[in-house]
């Protein structure tokens, strides 16, 4: 299976930490960036990098992963596809189905799944595909919502997100911790 991020915009420094993340969950070498414009450096050391869109790309048997699809995605469904795309787009509260708007609509015959209705970031929602791509469903996994992390002395940073519960914590890389300890707001 290859993960494919769409990204939109500029690569801000919290997309940089999630996409170094992804590329340690999946591996470089199964890590495609598409849709960026600007300066790819620092992408080409996470995976391939193309300034098309994926949609420009005619890649067959691909999978949109959309919170506004209409199937979860399970682990057959990996064995037909080959390619599963993702919104390189930070998560917004309450959210505003970008992923549609922004990617789906790209392709309107491409199929699409869901990992429930509400929003991963894009490193946990590739770490879930990546899961059931390996054989598990959906509801073998465990998850947090809405979580709180520790900055400073009394001071804590609501994340109202999704998060996949590995090794009993929320999925989250210790670089993107640290950021949010130099940074305390989101
Ligand atoms: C932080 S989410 C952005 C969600 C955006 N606010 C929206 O409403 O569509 C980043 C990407 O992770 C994937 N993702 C996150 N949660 C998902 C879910 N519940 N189902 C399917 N894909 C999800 C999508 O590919 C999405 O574009």
Known sequence: MKYIIEHFGKV????LIEYKHISKIVGKNNLIFTNVKGKKDELLKLGKVYSESVAELGLDSICILDPAAKKILDSRDCKK??????????????????????????????ETRHLGKEQFPTDNAVYVAHEIAKGKEFNDLKFESD??????KKLSVHLPFKYVVVNNK????????EFLKKRKTI
């Open 147 to 152: 979580i709180e992390i520790e900055v400073g």
């Open 170 to 177: 929320p999925l989250m890389s210790e670089e993107l911790i």
């Open 81 to 110: 596809f080959q390619y599963l795309v993702f919104g390189g787009i930070l998560g917004d509260y309450p959210p505003r189905e970008r992923t549609k708007d922004l990617l789906t609509v790209k392709m309107p015959t491409v």
């Open 12 to 15: 801000y420094k919290w997309h």
